[in-house]
């Protein structure tokens, strides 16, 4: 598990004024699984969800984005909060057709 503070800069923008929406928090986690043998990924997949599953009540809700694995849109909208449906209006606008759509996509507003 990884612990990294949200300080300094990263706090003196407002959450409305860049894409990411969790500049009041005051620290990101990132929890890795990983095992040399691959005999051990259900298990070692299994402890993560585990792990984020306790914790993520006690959480902002969201994610750093960059972070984020194939998790769905659900953990996209709530990563982005209420600056989700701003940043799809203007993929829309510029990536109608949303050919950059192999990251953690914002999907256009036209889907």
Known sequence: MHLYPINGKAQKSSNSNTPWANRD?????III???????NREKITDW?????????????????V????????????ATYKHNYKRLSKIKAMYDPDNIFHLNQNIQPSNY
């Open 48 to 64: 993560a969800k585990n792990y984020w599953e306790a914790l993520h009540p006690h959480s902002a809700g969201g994610a750093y």
């Open 66 to 77: 960059n972070f984020l694995m194939e998790e769905g849109q659900e953990r996209i909208k």
């Open 25 to 29: 928090a005051n620290y990101t986690q």
């Open 33 to 39: 699984g990983v095992a040399p043998d691959p005999a």
